[in-house]
Antibody
Framework: QVRLVESGGGVVQPGRSLALSCTAS????????MHWVRRTPGRGLEWVAA??????EKFYADSVKGRFTISRDQNTLYLQMKSLRTDDAAVYYC??????????????WGQGTMVTVSS | EIVLTQSPGTLSLSPGERATLSCRASQSISTSYLAWYQQQPGQGPRLLIY???SRATGIPDRFSGRGSGIDFTLTISRLEPEDFAVYYCQHYGSAPLITFGPGTKVEI
């Protein structure tokens, strides 16, 4: 069964850091490009970052560029978040690019991990 | 950046009825890069439709998509109880310019 499971969410103060993980199972992780997407009550779904299967390409939304870093190894996707702001609070999802290509739609999603940014 | 607008914001219908959801882009987009997702409370989104009209694996044929240019539509021909959820359209294919619409809630 193809599955993605996020972890690492929690409560963090503004300006601090937090690292999210996404563990993949049931398929060959190294063949697939991956994304992070977040959801907030006010802004809905927002694409955050993407990484190609071989890590040669990394892309970021303007709102997180310079503060967030996407990476991967083995069967795990990561999102290192620094200088967190209150508007980074969201449920964060990892998602797989269909057929591995970052140009494709997102065919598998995790259940999400919640990040709360509050003093 | 392409902005996607969805209407209506909320659609109140009964099981067995037909649902028509609209997604409008701020500029013309390729039909190859328009997708629809369904999200249930507490779950991640589920891919329903990609490339405007292709159903994803395992998606029942009561879900269909169409459109071109700036106007795209998701139709659910006969609503089942499990179809009451939030639906998002997405323009993909061009990271970092991937965008989602604000969503349409289909409620009973």
């Amino acid at each position: 069964q193809v599955r993605l499971v996020e972890s690492g969410g929690g409560v963090v103060q503004p300006g601090r850091s937090l690292a999210l993980s996404c563990t993949a199972s049931g398929y060959t992780f190294s063949n697939s490009g991956m994304h992070w997407v977040r959801r907030t009550p006010g802004r809905g779904l927002e694409w955050v970052a993407a990484i190609s299967h071989d890590e040669n390409e990394k892309f970021y939304a303007d709102s997180v560029k310079g503060r967030f870093t996407i990476s991967r190894d083995q069967n795990t996707l990561y999102l290192q978040m620094k200088s967190l702001r209150t508007d980074d609070a969201a449920v964060y999802y990892c998602a797989r690019a269909w057929s591995g290509d970052l140009k494709n739609a997102f065919d598998i999603w995790g259940q999400g991990t919640m990040v709360t940014v509050s003093s | 950046e392409i902005v996607l607008t969805q209407s209506p914001g909320t659609l109140s219908l009964s099981p067995g009825e037909r649902a028509t959801l609209s997604c409008r882009a701020s500029q013309s987009i390729s039909t190859s890069y328009l997708a629809w997702y369904q999200q249930q409370p507490g779950q991640g989104p589920r891919l329903l439709i990609y490339a405007t009209s292709s159903r994803a694996t395992g998606i029942p044929d009561r879900f269909s998509g169409r459109g071109s240019g700036i106007d795209f539509t998701l139709t659910i021909s006969r609503l089942e109880p499990e179809d009451f959820a939030v639906y998002y359209c997405q323009h993909y294919g061009s990271a970092p310019l991937i965008t989602f619409g604000p969503g349409t809630k289909v409620e009973i």
